[in-house]
């Protein structure tokens, strides 16, 4: 983690999400907090897209708080970005009573969020045999059901987070033996739409 990167995750809010609701921005910020500090060439070769896209949505993201310069990496003209936070928390409530515009863009980032969800756990899932047995047995895929109020909902989604958030001051050295990022998905969300 670089001195301006903070593991508290960003709150999305109607501003922000105008600035990250696009497929490519999402997939240069993820990038960057996956992979850390990279210039717009090498994100370009990383995703397959062109310098000059990689560029301008790295400077949208910028404007926005999402990355910033890395100038301890740079020499010359080169410059590279890294990420501000390593998360980002959406609260849909920030979002109920907005314009027809940030719907949309809202529809975006939810849409996207979970296309890369998908993306990642089959990555994990073709990959899974590459794991030591230690990261095997570490590894979860679970589902469960139940029923719940509203209230209860929130609850149990604010306890999860609580418990996660715990872990952020446990992190590990970078020469700690098999520590490796991991992703965490949650997804809590009514069934029955009738």
Known sequence: MTEHETLEPRRLD????????H????????ALRVHGPATASQLA???GESSGA???HLRQLAEHGFVEDAPERGRGRERWWQAVAQG???DSADFEDVDPEVRGLTEVFLQENAARHARELAAWIATRGQLSPAWSRAADMSNMTMRLTPELALELIEKMHALIDGYRDRVPDADTPEAQQVRIHTHLFPMDHR
């Open 54 to 56: 990689t560029s301008y």
């Open 23 to 30: 497929p490519l921005r999402m997939r240069l910020l993820d």
């Open 14 to 21: 109607a501003h922000s999400l105008r600035g990250l609701a």
């Open 88 to 90: 980002l928390a959406y």
């Open 45 to 47: 070769g990383r995703l």
